[in-house]
């Protein structure tokens, strides 16, 4: 599966932004796809993932309440509606696909876009 992410840019503390991963090729079997994000000095870490038959979603603790995944089957998309952004929030935004069930785990993640930029200031 080829993954594209788009979205990102520059926004203000306490702003939104939605995040967009496109995903072509063979999705038949797709288990799940994750939004990871890795900020400079720091390593990767679990955004949230969301399963793509059945929709079910996970969130780390650090974006509960204010990150929402969602997906769109038709189009092959995942979305990540990101609210309420703070500093912290600054990375580098990935998606993957995985087609294990095990979707916790950034190791299982065989497919990976090419990140997107995310820049939230004070």
């Known amino acids: 599966v080829q993954l594209q992410a788009s979205g990102g840019g520059l926004v203000q503390t306490g702003g939104s932004l939605r995040l967009s991963c496109a995903a072509r090729?063979?999705?038949?079997?797709?288990?799940?796809v994750g939004w990871f994000r890795q900020a400079p000095g720091k390593e990767r870490e679990i955004v949230g993932t969301i399963t793509w038959m059945r929709g079910r979603t996970y969130y780390a603790d650090s974006v509960k309440g204010r990150f929402t995944i969602s997906r769109d089957n038709a189009k092959n998309t995942v979305y990540l509606q990101m609210n309420s952004l703070k500093p912290e929030d600054t990375a580098v935004y990935y998606c993957?696909?995985?087609?294990?069930?095990?979707?916790?785990?950034?190791?299982?993640?065989?497919?990976w876009g090419q990140g997107t930029q995310v820049t939230v200031s004070s």
């Open positions: 993957a696909a995985t087609d294990s069930d095990n979707y916790y785990s950034a190791e299982m993640y065989a497919d």
């Open positions: 090729g063979h999705t038949r079997n797709l288990y799940a």
